[in-house]
């Protein structure tokens, strides 16, 4: 995927100025794209209004433009950018800067004037946006700056997420959870809002694939398990099936071109055992998981990690599990019944096999391992009915407190900014689920301009969340989201 870059200016200042415009802003983009995420191109010099519209079909309609940097050297008058602007349907950053860092005082003079005037041309084109309610992004600094950099490539990686949940295909093997509310959703609405396709297999299926797996298949596998984690286990048997699962379920995924999956132990019908291992090393692979049926947090989960697969900090489905109520040091411990991702293990994870308590299936193999310490993000996406929310929650994970040598689980523990108790206040006024999507290479920032291009509400709990504000912040948002 590639960003073009795309300099805005007009035909007033006749051809050298137009020449100097284009030469900067093609080292302007060698500078920015030295430091991004991804390709940053220098499209063009627009100086028409044919030119802009012309320009915005051509990125609408090409599958490697994720998105449009646009800067005015020069002004450039905004009523030439609505026809192009009302068409555009791929996210837009507005870069407010200038080629000098400094105002050269002894030789400024009429050419200069003439040639630097994004002061003032970005005010034209700023103005244009808000008039046309258009989503953007808008970075202001100087071009060179690292703040500045900063900011467009997590903008970049927002518009990753928009990109690739727009051919996201979510693979539901089997239903969701019977009577749990917060796991349902409108995939009509999903669909619109995001792209994602979300469609039913039948465990019946992924049974038949299972079989199909071969032991020369099953033994390269456990072959590359032996070779990545501790074995912990001497029922290999069980640890043989999860491998089985792993192969069947990639198979189906990249069948079927899918990018997320989810499952449920209600719905296992022909299964020995909940796939535990099978789906942590999915995730591992960058595909998105939501346990008990839930395809929200599934999709979420394969979008956060593409955002962020470049990064070596890891993304996991997860869930708040249970607390320590310590006063003044209180702690989510955040786990599941198996699918915790390796990619935020803080060391080698080993595989046990253990009884599940529920779900009357042979004991499941799995992958157990501490969570690392560091700041992340956990985010949950609720249906509202007639919208969908993204709730975000700043967090600062640390080293387990305890051993804790009899839980068969993978563990995180994290405090919640400002702190559990108003975090947890908040996450409940605000309808957050208990699965969530852990991210330490997204932020909150990444998310909110995500939600931005896809439309649809965002909430953020951080350091200065008080619950009186918060309350206002929801209200106030209600009757935003039901004027729309
Ligand atoms: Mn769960």
Known sequence: MKFWFVAGSQHLYGSDVLNTVAERAAKMVGGLSSSAPFEIIYKATVKTPDEITALVKEANYDDTCAGLVVWCHTFSPSKMWINGLVALQKPYLHLHTQYNRNIPADDIDMNFMNLNQAAHGDREHGFIGARLRLTRKIVVGYWEDAHVQEKIGAWQRSAIGFTISKNLKVIRFGDNMRQVAVTEGDKVEAQIK???????????????????????????????????????????????YQARAEI???????????????????????????????????MERGYGYGGEGDWKVSALTHVIKTMTADMPDGTSFMEDYTYDLEAGNELVLGAHMLEVCPTIAAAKPRIEVCPLGIGGKEPPARLIFEGKAGRAVVASLVDLGGRMRLIVQDVECVKPI????????????????????????????????????????????????????????????????????FKKDLFTADLAWRLK
């Open 248 to 282: 069947a379920m990639l198979k189906i995924l990249e069948r079927e071109g899918a990018g997320a999956f989810t499952n449920t132990f209600e719905d296992l019908h022909g299964m020995k055992q909940l796939p535990g291992l099978a789906s942590q090393r999915l």
């Open 402 to 469: 305890y051993e804790m040598p009899k839980l068969p689980v993978a563990r995180v523990m994290w405090k919640p900014l400002p702190d559990l108790l108003t975090s947890a206040h908040a996450w409940i006024l605000a309808g957050g689920a208990h699965h969530t999507v852990l991210s330490y290479g997204a932020t909150a920032e990444m998310l909110e301009d995500w939600a931005n291009m896809t439309d649809i509400e965002f909430v953020h709990i951080n350091a200065d969340t008080t619950i009186n504000e």
């Open 194 to 240: 995001f792209g994602w396709q979300v469609n039913t297999w039948g465990v019946g299926d992924l049974v038949a694939a299972m079989n199909a797996v071969t032991d020369a298949e099953i033994n390269a596998l456990t072959d590359e398990y032996n070779s990545k984690y501790t074995f912990a286990t001497e029922d290999t048997e069980a640890v043989k």
